[in-house]
């Protein structure tokens, strides 16, 4: 059971995209503002609206543990904001200058995507705010945009209805037709399922357009050459053009808006219809679940936001915490430790640790004891449970070791180099998975695209003696630790 449980009606124009981090929920508008509010009480935040683009906001975007928020607008820019405090910590331009339609983070928070109405695509790194890679569509506008769960792709929807897989170095991985009239919205899952039929790892995707249907696909790493896009099904029952679609957290309940006025969230597995919302007086354009309660955010062009609860707890993913790059616990915001335990199904004391200002060097200092006292946590069987997470994350804490170089990843399957071999474009991969590449008759070259002059693969000793000595170090690590 859905219930409407808070109205937010701040905006003075058409919604356009609502985003959650584990604390807070976003809003933007027609009306050049982003508003900010706390989940606890649904209170605007007292640095809220953000003001800075000088036209209409079209999307808006948490990193995983909300530490930053990303908006892009007509005016041609993708602006971050510091979440502490409303400060803004960069304004990056397109480089066509083109409208910026769609924005998305990464799961690690290395790269955030921004995709404009010429078809042009920028990939931004995340630590130093300046542009990595960029490419464009073939036709029409991007408007459109979902990170694989393990970062290592992404997808894009065009307005032409063109969905295309990207790898992180902006390589065209796979491009296909998928709405006649234009795509208006895509999701993943991030929860990978088996496809059934090989058994091998994949993810669902969610996309919708104006043909009023809503997709499901299932995207497979069918090896380490590339992936596939395989259609599935269609879900029924909106009327008019789908302009937004999500999964839940879980992965097991889909929502899509609708020119309909309408919100229907389906049952993944089965595609039945569970709820159909029709509160919205106009147009639903946004709609999006929440990572860390069982709420769910819809956005109209009646200047609205409505806030849903359901009756069953809507779990979280697993991994939010741990997908965030190397942050050390002890270095936790209070957020951080809510995301954290949202991961390990303890979502009912959010409140209570955000209450307590229990943040990541205060968490490895709980005791029996604090939790007791101080915490007023009666049961004892939470209290074990508590306690026997933090130890789990203590011991996560001795064996983690630092990132890989990227010098030392394979471009192709970015996973570590055991046998490292430099081509004739000068780079090096993976021994095995560069033949892969030359026996399917690909004759250029992976990072660049050029014609390979040579098929000719040496072994670079040089980098593989550096790989070594980087594992005896990280070994060495991990036993004085």
């Known amino acids: ?16 995209c609502c985003a959650f981090s584990p604390s807070l929920l976003a809003t933007c508008s027609l009306d050049k503002t982003v508003r900010i509010y706390s989940l606890s009480d649904f209170t605007e935040l007292s640095y809220s609206p953000l003001k800075g683009h000088t036209y209409a906001v079209h ?20 602006m971050v904001w510091d979440t502490r405090d409303g400060q803004v910590l960069a304004v990056l331009g397109q480089p066509s200058g083109s409208p910026v339609r769609v924005c998305r983070f990464s799961p690690e928070s290395t790269y955030l995507v921004s995709g404009a109405a010429d078809g042009s695509v920028v990939l931004w790194n995340v630590q130093s705010l300046k542009l990595y890679r960029s490419g464009s569509v073939k036709d029409g506008s991007l408007v459109a945009c979902a ?13 032409w209805g063109d969905i295309t897989i990207w790898d992180d170095t902006m390589r065209c991985l796979y491009n296909e037709k998928a709405h006649d009239l234009g795509v208006t919205c895509c999701d993943i899952s991030s929860h990978p399922i088996s496809d059934g039929e090989h058994g091998s790892r994949c993810f669902q995707m969610a996309s919708c357009g104006q043909d009023n249907k809503v997709k499901v696909w299932l995207i497979l790493f069918a090896d380490s050459l590339g992936v596939e896009l395989r259609y599935k ?4 029952g909106h009327s008019a053009p789908v302009l937004a679609c999500a999964f839940s957290y879980d992965g097991q309940m889909l929502v899509s808006g609708s020119v309909d006025k309408c919100v229907i969230i389906y049952e993944t597995n089965t595609g039945n219809i569970l709820h159909t919302l029709s509160q919205h007086t106009r147009y639903v354009t946004t709609c999006v679940f929440a990572p860390c309660t069982a709420l769910l955010a819809t956005g109209s062009m009646d200047k609205t936001v409505n806030i849903w609860q359901f009756d069953s707890k809507q779990p979280c993913a697993g991994n939010t915490v741990e997908n965030e ?37 205060e968490l490895l200092h709980l005791t029996k004891e604090s939790l007791t ?10 209290r074990s449970k508590i306690l026997q997470k933090i130890e789990e994350l203590r011991m996560k804490m001795v064996s983690v070791s630092v990132a890989i170089p990227d010098e030392f990843l394979c471009p192709i399957t970015r996973e570590l180099m055991k046998e490292p071999v430099i081509a004739a474009d000068g780079y090096s991969y993976e021994k095995e998975a560069m033949e892969n590449w030359i026996s399917n008759k690909r004759r250029s070259s992976p990072m660049t695209n050029l014609p390979l002059h040579s098929l000719m693969l040496t072994p670079n000793r040089t980098l593989k003696m550096a790989i070594s000595r980087w594992l005896e170090t990280q070994q060495k690590y991990g036993e004085t630790t």
């Open 1 to 16: 059971m859905a219930t409407l449980i808070h109205t937010l009606a701040d905006h003075s124009d058409d919604v356009n």
């Open 59 to 78: 999307c808006c975007c948490f990193s995983p543990l909300g530490h930053l928020l990303a908006s892009c607008s007509t005016d041609g820019t993708t």
């Open 147 to 159: 990170f694989s769960p393990n970062g290592n792709c992404f997808v894009t929807g065009s307005s």
């Open 233 to 236: 099904c269609t879900l029924s």
């Open 325 to 361: 790059s190397e942050v050390a616990v002890q270095n936790w915001s209070e957020d951080d430790v809510s995301a954290w335990l949202c991961a390990q199904g303890l979502t009912d004391l959010v409140g209570l640790f955000k209450r307590n200002n229990i943040d990541g060097k």
């Open 373 to 382: 006292n101080e915490l007023k946590i009666e049961s004892l069987g939470l």
